[in-house]
Nanobody
Framework: QVQLVESGGGLVQSGGSLRLSCIASGRIVDIRDMAWYRQAPGKERDLVATITRGGSSKYADSVKGRFTISRDNAKNTVYLQMNSLKPEDTAVYYC?????????????????WGQGTQVTVSS
């Protein structure tokens, strides 16, 4: 019915930059808040940044001033620009969206997750 597909992860040296993208597709009616989470090995999944449909954003303290979340509503896409990367930013990054979409018969409102993209920062 709907899916989120992340891209842009990879291996980068400490101090480098990466830009993650997440595209939502399917029978979408509406997308409200979108967000990026991350999960390091052996740790819980943590919120990195969120953005409303109107563009208001919030960040985890650990990434403030280094990461920027943005979205293109016309393209159903959310981005995460990551600068000044540190080894502790190494994790699988997941895209999340609160959306309404068409099921087989009715509209469904749910929080949808992408499959994740690996970001590895070497020291």
């Amino acid at each position: 019915q709907v899916q989120l597909v992340e891209s842009g992860g990879g291996l980068v040296q400490s101090g480098g930059s990466l830009r993650l993208s997440c595209i939502a597709s399917g029978r979408i009616v509406d997308i409200r808040d979108m967000a990026w989470y991350r999960q390091a090995p052996g740790k819980e999944r943590d919120l990195v940044a969120t953005i409303t449909r109107g563009g208001s954003s919030k960040y985890a303290d650990s990434v403030k001033g280094r990461f920027t979340i943005s979205r293109d509503n016309a393209k159903n896409t959310v981005y995460l620009q990551m600068n000044s990367l540190k080894p502790e930013d190494t994790a699988v990054y997941y895209c999340n969206a609160d959306m309404t979409f068409w099921g087989a018969v009715n509209r469904i409102t749910s929080s949808i997750w992408g499959q994740g993209t690996q970001v590895t920062v070497s020291s």
